[in-house]
């Protein structure tokens, strides 16, 4: 019976015209979304190629001089964007896409595209993840907001009824028909993105591996908008009591839930200003982490740990330049005082972004939008991952300098000057984006909100037995 209310769902959608203006409508708006956000990504990611190697050339091509002044000189580490951020451009365009790495201090991330936009970029952009998450939502609701209640109207459900089969039936039959209709008018839009990605290289296997997910994630959010508009209109007496009610869950999903969370975050969790972090990372430097070891005892310290290594009572008898190794010492030291600050801010950061993470279990819409962002390689978890990238290449940058200073050089020696084959010493920054094995267990949670989607559908099904249709 299921089978035969589902063939017959299918036949009655693909007679009607509204079927074939949604898909008309959603096959342009794909395309659009994919042509633009396809030259785009092309184009950012030739930018950012080329600035990463000018930035290369700048730093072998520089004067002679110190090697930690050289090391001043600094690099920049340019974030280039995944295959996928084509699909869904995440958080990419409220992040920084480029850092300067120097020594001493860890560097903000600068020239996040927002920065440049109006205040339209709130609404968000024209991305097929976009389209996908926010209108699709709402196409679906005009092919199936009468599915139901529209069989009450005519009172034909009495006739469906009354062949032996139950309401759940009836409704499952429903949603079955609409979902397979809108998937085959999904999947093959979906796979279009295929055409304007770029060649994924190395990472073949791994990006193949994600847009299978990709598009297995909005394949099940559809079936939950389905189940949802199908069930609305089952207890809806009128299909214009039903159109009402699904669009108002709509706007309610999409716009302001997502705002609402966005809005409480920020609220509940305050970040300190940027001169308050920098007064704490001050105090950090020059007192210690524990606020009872300054500088100038650290680096007595170290001066006597290193006189009695090369047995020795003067700096000046040091077969080494104890400045650079004051220097190498300096930077670790700091870097401990970052990981802390940065630590505390990310920690922030993350209760903002728990508001909306947890906002999945009662929200398909905030749960496909944080699965597919993680999937793309565009979420928090993969901004934070090429932030750690960034920071250990320059840890290494910069040591490599002081090091290298501190083995050719004497104390006080700051006039000797090194050239080309001394900054060749350094390897390109060069960037690995993490496994999808890796992004799957970052958002472990919000996959798991999709489960509990589906369970949710299947107890919605089933409470539909209890309808009364006198």
């Given at each position: 019976?299921?089978?035969?209310?589902?063939?017959?769902?299918?036949?009655?959608?693909?007679?009607?015209?509204?079927?074939?203006?949604?898909?008309?409508?959603?096959?342009?708006?794909?395309?659009?979304?994919?042509?633009?956000?396809?030259?785009?990504?092309?184009?950012?990611?030739?930018?950012?190629?080329?600035?990463?190697?000018?930035?290369?050339?700048?730093?072998?091509?520089?004067?002679?001089?110190?090697?930690?002044?050289?090391?001043?000189?600094?690099?920049?580490?340019?974030?280039?964007?995944?295959?996928?951020?084509?699909?869904?451009?995440?958080?990419?365009?409220?992040?920084?896409?480029?850092?300067?790495?120097?020594?001493?201090?860890?560097?903000?991330?600068?020239?996040?595209?927002?920065?440049?936009?109006?205040?339209?970029?709130?609404?968000?952009?024209?991305?097929?993840?976009?389209?996908?998450?926010?209108?699709?939502?709402?196409?679906?609701?005009?092919?199936c907001f009468a599915s139901v209640s529209r069989e009450k109207e005519n009172e034909t459900i009495k006739l469906l009824l009354s062949n032996d089969a139950t309401m759940q039936q009836v409704v499952t039959g429903k949603i079955l028909g609409d979902w397979l209709a809108?998937?085959?008018?999904?999947?093959?839009?979906?796979?279009?993105?295929?055409?304007?990605?770029?060649?994924?290289?190395?990472?073949?296997?791994?990006?193949?591996?994600?847009?299978?997910?990709?598009?297995?994630?909005?394949?099940?959010?559809?079936?939950?908008?389905?189940?949802?508009?199908?069930?609305?209109?089952?207890?809806?007496?009128?299909?214009?009591?039903?159109?009402?009610?699904?669009?108002?869950?709509?706007?309610?999903?999409?716009?302001?839930?997502?705002?609402?969370?966005?809005?409480?975050?920020?609220?509940?969790?305050?970040?300190?200003?940027?001169?308050?972090?920098a007064n704490l990372v001050k105090h950090d430097e020059e007192d210690g982490l524990d606020g009872h070891d300054p500088l100038d005892k650290r680096r007595e310290v170290l001066l006597q740990a290193t006189l009695k290594k090369y047995k020795v009572d003067t700096i000046t008898k040091?077969?080494?330049?104890?400045?650079?190794?004051?220097?190498?010492?300096?930077?670790?030291?700091?870097?401990?005082?970052?990981?802390?600050?940065?630590?505390?801010?990310?920690?922030?950061?993350?209760?903002?972004?728990?508001?909306?993470?947890?906002?999945?279990?009662?929200?398909?819409?905030?749960?496909?939008?944080?699965?597919?962002?993680?999937?793309?390689?565009?979420?928090?978890?993969?901004?934070?991952?090429?932030?750690?990238?960034?920071?250990?290449?320059?840890?290494?940058?910069?040591?490599?300098?002081?090091?290298?200073?501190?083995?050719?050089?004497?104390?006080?020696?700051?006039?000797?000057?090194?050239?080309?084959?001394?900054?060749?010493?350094?390897?390109?920054?060069?960037?690995?984006?993490?496994?999808?094995?890796?992004?799957?267990?970052?958002?472990?949670?919000?996959?798991?909100?999709?489960?509990?989607?589906?369970?949710?559908?299947?107890?919605?099904?089933?409470?539909?037995?209890?309808?009364?249709?006198?």
């Amino acid at each position: 019976m299921i089978t035969t209310i589902a063939k017959r769902e299918i036949k009655n959608l693909f007679r009607e015209k509204t079927f074939w203006i949604v898909s008309a409508v959603l096959l342009l708006l794909l395309i659009i979304a994919l042509f633009t956000s396809s030259v785009n990504v092309s184009q950012i990611n030739n930018e950012r190629t080329e600035a990463q190697r000018l930035s290369r050339e700048s730093w072998l091509t520089q004067t002679p001089k110190n090697p930690h002044s050289a090391a001043h000189f600094g690099n920049f580490a340019f974030r280039i964007k995944t295959q996928l951020s084509l699909f869904d451009n995440g958080l990419d365009t409220y992040t920084g896409s480029q850092v300067f790495l120097e020594p001493h201090k860890q560097d903000d991330f600068k020239f996040s595209p927002a920065e440049d936009a109006d205040s339209l970029i709130r609404f968000g952009e024209l991305t097929p993840a976009f389209i996908l998450q926010t209108i699709l939502p709402l196409l679906i609701i005009f092919l199936c907001f009468a599915s139901v209640s529209r069989e009450k109207e005519n009172e034909t459900i009495k006739l469906l009824l009354s062949n032996d089969a139950t309401m759940q039936q009836v409704v499952t039959g429903k949603i079955l028909g609409d979902w397979l209709a809108v998937i085959l008018l999904v999947v093959p839009l979906c796979l279009l993105s295929v055409l304007f990605m770029p060649h994924a290289g190395i990472n073949e296997s791994d990006i193949v591996t994600r847009f299978t997910l990709l598009l297995l994630s909005y394949i099940i959010y559809a079936g939950i908008i389905t189940t949802i508009c199908v069930i609305v209109s089952a207890y809806s007496k009128t299909s214009k009591a039903s159109l009402m009610k699904l669009l108002s869950l709509w706007m309610l999903a999409c716009i302001i839930v997502p705002k609402v969370c966005s809005n409480a975050g920020s609220t509940l969790y305050a970040t300190p200003s940027q001169f308050e972090y920098a007064n704490l990372v001050k105090h950090d430097e020059e007192d210690g982490l524990d606020g009872h070891d300054p500088l100038d005892k650290r680096r007595e310290v170290l001066l006597q740990a290193t006189l009695k290594k090369y047995k020795v009572d003067t700096i000046t008898k040091l077969p080494v330049n104890f400045d650079a190794i004051a220097m190498v010492e300096s930077e670790k030291y700091t870097t401990d005082v970052y990981r802390k600050r940065i630590g505390e801010m990310r920690h922030i950061f993350q209760k903002q972004n728990s508001i909306s993470l947890y906002s999945s279990f009662i929200n398909p819409f905030q749960a496909i939008q944080n699965t597919s962002m993680a999937l793309c390689g565009t979420d928090y978890a993969h901004y934070i991952h090429f932030q750690d990238a960034a920071e250990t290449y320059r840890l290494y940058f910069v040591n490599t300098m002081n090091e290298f200073m501190a083995t050719h050089t004497k104390s006080g020696d700051w006039k000797t000057k090194f050239g080309q084959d001394t900054y060749k010493n350094v390897t390109p920054f060069i960037y690995t984006p993490p496994s999808v094995g890796w992004s799957i267990q970052q958002a472990a949670k919000v996959l798991f909100s999709m489960l509990c989607w589906i369970v949710i559908c299947f107890f919605l099904i089933k409470s539909t037995n209890k309808i009364n249709i006198a």
